[in-house]
Each structure stands twice: as structure tokens, then as C-alpha cells.
């Protein structure tokens, strides 16, 4: 009857992210939990939709930079299809750079990787009750932006979308292969690089990419 107990209070993860060797590293340090049960992994975000299509996961673990379909395209996508299911951000990325941005967008919290273990630990519980994780930094970066702080980022006043062109078009992606892997026309992602051009008062690709490298937004 415990052991029934113990299995019914399970907390399921997946693992998202494109390095083995820290998906294994989790995987091992999971298993000395006794309530974690690591039930899926996933090397890039289109693999971590499929995990979320089949269900049986409670939480995702998810690194933002990847190849092919990266963490700030799939967490839209999963958003979508699961608004439920928590999704913890796991990136080698400081908080400054994404946390505010990727928790409006639904992340259920951010952490960098460089950070205590038993703190992702405790976010993973904190998760899964249905709250956000939060750290201090981020609180307080939070607070200055309902309190209309004016040192706010650029790229956190883009939306969604917009942040999804902007890091692709800075990791130098063409519109059109855009168009196909966004499932979007052509007209669309025209208008949305120019929007995205108009909000971070930009001129051309290469300013978005120096941009993006000055600020840290890509690895």
C-alpha cells in the first residue's frame, strides 16, 4: 500500500536539452530523490512535443538554447497544446537575459545552470503544486517592470513571436526557411522582422546578431 502511495505521488520529468552528458548528469542526480521519476528525454524542442503529445509527464526541464527547434520556439508550442503543464527553464543563460520574458510567456520558472542543484530540486516541487519559481533577482526584476522601470530591455518588449524571429534572424536564418519551419507565410514573418525592427530600433540582421551577442542572448 506505501508503494502504491509512493508511485501515485511520483513527480515525472522530462529532460530537454541538446548536451548528453547534462541530461545525464540530471538523470543521475534525480535518482537520489525519492519522489522523481525522470520519464522522458529530449535532445531539441520538436522532440519535446512529441513527449508532451504523448503525456504522462508532470513536469519539463528544459535548456533554451538548442539546435533546430530551441527552447524559446518549443515553450510557445507546448504552452499551446499542454497551458497546464509546468515548464522549468533551465539555461546556460543568466536570469537577466530571458527570466522575465520566458516566465510572461509561460515558463513556470527560470534557472541558471550554474545553480545549487538542490535549488532545481525545490523548483521542480514548487512547479508541480502549480506555483511559479522565482528567484530573488528575478522578483525584483519583475517588480521594476510593473513599476515602468526605464532601463527594460529591448528584446523583453517583444512579444512571443517577435522574440522567436528576432533570435532566429540573429542566428542568421533566411525569412523564407523561417516561413517553412514556423509554418508561417512568407508576408508573415516580413511583418514580424519588421516589427521587431521598429521595437529594438534596429537596421539590419547584422544589428539584430550584434546585438544579440552583446546582450548574451546567444551561445
Sequence with gaps: MQHETLLHNMIRIAIVDDHAMVRAGLRQFFADQIDFSVVAEASNGREALDIVRKGDVDVIV??????????????????ARAPDLPVLILSGFAEEH?????????ASGYLNKDCDPEEIVKA??????????????????????????????????????????????????????MAVSMSLSV???????????????LESNSDLTYYALKNGLMQ
Design 62 to 79: 528544459m535548456d533554451i538554447s538548442m539546435p533546430e527547434h530551441s527552447g524559446v520556439d518549443a515553450l510557445a508550442a507546448i504552452k
Design 187 to 201: 508576408k508573415t514573418v516580413s511583418t514580424y522582422r519588421t516589427r521587431v525592427m521598429e521595437k529594438m530600433k
Design 98 to 106: 530571458y527570466a522575465t520574458t520566458l516566465l510572461r510567456q509561460g
Design 124 to 177: 521542480i516541487r514548487t512547479v508541480c503544486r502549480g506555483r511559479k519559481y522565482i528567484t530573488a533577482g528575478v522578483a525584483e526584476r519583475l517588480a521594476d517592470g510593473l513599476s515602468g522601470g526605464g532601463d527594460k530591455p529591448l528584446h523583453e518588449q517583444l512579444s512571443d513571436r517577435e522574440l522567436q524571429v528576432f533570435l532566429r534572424l540573429a542566428r542568421g536564418e533566411t525569412i523564407g526557411h
